[in-house]
């Protein structure tokens, strides 16, 4: 069974860096997308960035883009979100989550696993 585990979320002040895991067990799939995705109190799931396993093609948000970077190392089956210089607008629940396929889907709709989410908090 395909599992998705975050971790790596927490308290930080406005300007800081935080680093999210998105550890995968039972992947044996060669050609897939992560998306990592936020979701705010009272908000919509929104889009924040994606990888893919071809040469880690990245895409991002326009709202993180040039902070947030999404990485992965296969070796270890994991996938990274580094944040940095924060915003109190950041605050959230981040989830990573994994589709069969090579592509750009920033609709939440288009993945099949998920994790259970971590919550990011960001003081100002």
């Known amino acids: 069974q395909v599992q998705l585990v975050e971790s790596g979320g927490g308290l930080v002040q406005a300007g800081g860096s935080m680093r999210l895991s998105c550890a995968a067990s039972g992947w044996t799939f060669s050609v897939y997308t992560i998306g990592w995705f936020r979701q705010a109190p009272g908000k919509e799931r929104e889009f924040v960035a994606t990888i893919n396993s071809s040469g880690g093609s990245t895409d991002y948000a326009d709202s993180v883009k040039g902070r947030f970077t999404t990485s992965g190392d296969n070796a270890k089956n994991t996938l990274y979100q580094q944040m940095n210089s924060l915003k109190p607008e950041d605050t959230a629940v981040y989830y990573c989550?994994?589709?069969?396929?090579?592509?750009?889907?920033?609709?939440?709709?288009?993945?099949?696993?998920w994790g259970q989410g971590t919550q990011v908090t960001v003081s100002s």
């Open positions: 989550a994994a589709r069969l396929g090579l592509g750009i889907w920033h609709n939440s709709n288009e993945y099949t696993i």
